[in-house]
């Protein structure tokens, strides 16, 4: 994958975060249309199948960007959902067609700036009164921000945050509320100017926190006693609040040529609030002093919103170490010993497209003969991870017992159906090979098999339904007779639709001419490595090989 990078990333122009793997680009939009696709003239190029040629579009219209799907072949997705064209806001996260290879962070929130220089740029232009109280609330405010800067834990940073306001306001208690991805508002921090925490918030201004949220506007009395509708204020009466401070916390948003003010933000972008106040009247909040409290809401909602990306990222470390382990389990679970027998050889050998998978292969020496089961369980992940290894059991505890091939099938079908797994199914393909070549085989949806019999290439035809879409489906086997050296190959359509950069199949008939001319199984995991020429696979590969040696 390369695409079009750009040190010294300008403020001007947007930025977008390239993943790809353990891989990551820094990107700048600095001209527009900004092309996405597989050929090699794009301005990001993905060499994945699954990315057509030109694939997409990132538009500048107005000091807007807009992606645009050019009728690709598999979509373009913006934080999971398929779209033709699409308003990007800040952190979007853009996929084109390979959604689990690479993807785009859209003007990142935390990648792309320094807390800290952002910061020093909101306070720039105060003008600063020459007293020296000021001056101390300046300092004690930039001591906290850096001080909020180094720290990655939400609470920590809420705290540090209602303690600099304390100091500065000489306030006697303040509070931070945010809202959940709900919208309902939560207290989630509290402090009394003794550094105290408060966890009741029931003798607050609800009247005050609840008219600065939906104004989205700042609050600031500094002596209420000079409120014209002071006794409507029930609270403020009855807990006798003479300065009262209420500042919602707006999300950070993109500034544009149209769009440059916090005051344009709408009630929705409002993630919070700081609140704060005290039973005495303060003379000490200035001009100058709401200036900094502003810039101290401003950022805090940066710094929280930085704070739930650490927290979500650092969720997606614990899922991705989670998967590690269930991978791990499932190669346990997974793992085949082949047995030995006197008239046949089997092996086999699976390449999942991620850590776990939904292809799985048993083979089990049984009183009737060989057994041989191959079955690839729709879709990829942990949902097909979980079914193949249920599947595994089932199939595995009815060999042993000496079940009917078909019954096998069928008890399965109807194990899927019962359960209603949803969309779920699997195409799936078991044998039994008997020492007088006798080869018996039940072919549900599955990739026909490749029988080389001889000089002759031969493909078994007899199919059935895959097991898990109808509950009255019914089951049938078909027979072949064997000879001494004829062998079996059994793959998954992970094989046959490999891809190449071109976007072209791997294929049946390559199947059969390798399979033909080879030797073992491993000349046909060459043969499609060697087709898809460094193309991630986009499906488990499994190949399962069955030889009649006829001893």
Request: negative net charge; hydrophobic residues 40%.
């Amino acid at each position: 994958m390369s695409a079009s990078s750009h040190s010294g990333v300008s403020s001007i122009f947007p930025v977008v975060i390239f993943v790809s793997g353990n891989d990551q680009q820094t990107l700048s939009l600095n001209h527009t249309p900004y092309t996405v696709g597989r050929k090699v003239d794009r301005d990001l190029v993905i060499a994945d199948p699954r990315v057509s040629r030109e694939h997409a579009t990132i538009v500048s219209e107005n000091g807007e960007f807009f992606v645009v799907d050019l009728n690709s072949k598999h979509g373009t997705f913006v934080n999971g959902e398929k779209v033709e064209r699409h308003k990007l806001q800040r952190n979007d996260r853009l996929e084109f067609g390979a959604r689990d290879v690479a993807y785009l962070i859209f003007h990142p929130l935390h990648s792309t700036s320094n807390t800290a220089r952002e910061f020093l740029s909101q306070i720039s232009g105060i003008q600063i009164a020459p007293e020296a109280s000021d001056l101390e609330k300046l300092t004690l405010f930039m001591e906290a921000a850096r001080k909020l800067n180094t720290i990655g834990v939400l609470d920590e940073i809420l705290v540090t945050l209602l303690e600099a306001t304390l100091k500065l306001t000489r306030a006697e208690r303040g509070y931070i509320f945010l809202r959940d991805l709900d919208g309902t508002l939560n207290l989630a921090a509290g402090r009394n100017s003794k550094g105290e925490p408060l966890l009741d918030d029931k003798t607050i201004s609800r009247s005050v926190l609840d008219g600065a949220l939906h104004s989205n506007s700042d609050y600031l009395v500094t002596d209420t006693s000079q409120m014209l509708d002071v006794k409507e204020r029930k609270s403020i009466v009855a807990f006798d609040l003479r300065t009262v401070i209420c500042m919602p916390l707006r999300k950070p948003m993109v500034k544009t040529s149209r769009d440059n003010s916090a005051a344009n933000q709408s009630v929705g972008d409002v993630m919070g609030a700081l609140y704060v106040d005290s039973r005495f009247a303060s003379r000490d909040i200035t001009s100058v002093s709401h200036d900094i409290l502003r810039a101290i809401a401003t950022e805090a909602a940066q710094l929280v919103e930085n704070a739930r990306l650490v927290q979500a990222e650092e969720a997606g470390r614990r899922y991705q170490q989670e998967l590690s382990i269930a991978a791990s389990i499932q190669q346990r679970l997974l793992a085949v010993t082949l047995p030995e027998v006197p008239f046949a050889k089997v092996n086999g050998r699976n390449m999942s497209c991620k850590e776990i998978g939904g292809d799985f292969f048993e083979a089990v020496n049984t009183p009737q003969g060989l057994a041989v089961v191959l079955a690839d369980v729709s879709g990829k992940g942990v949902s097909a991870a979980l079914l193949a290894s249920t599947l595994q059991g089932m199939v595995y505890s009815q060999l042993i017992s000496g079940m009917p091939l078909t019954e096998i099938v069928d008890a399965v079908n109807r194990f899927f159906t019962y359960k209603h797994i949803g969309e779920k199914y699997a195409t799936m393909i078991i044998t039994r090979l008997r020492n007088d070549g006798d080869l018996e085989y039940v072919n549900c949806g599955h990739v026909p098999p490749v029988w080389i019999c001889g000089n002759e290439v031969l493909r078994p035809s007899h199919g059935n339904l895959p097991v898990g879409l109808l509950t009255d489906a019914t089951y049938s086997s078909d027979r072949c007779q064997m000879k001494k050296g004829d062998r079996l190959i059994l793959v998954t359509d992970g094989v046959t639709e490999a891809e190449n950069a071109r976007g072209d199949m791997f294929d049946s008939e390559r199947l059969e001419q390798v399979a033909g001319k080879s030797s073992s199984m491993e000349d046909i995991f060459k043969a499609v490595a060697d087709f898809c020429g460094g193309t991630p696979l986009n499906d488990d590969c499994t190949v399962v090989e069955l030889s009649y040696t006829g001893d």
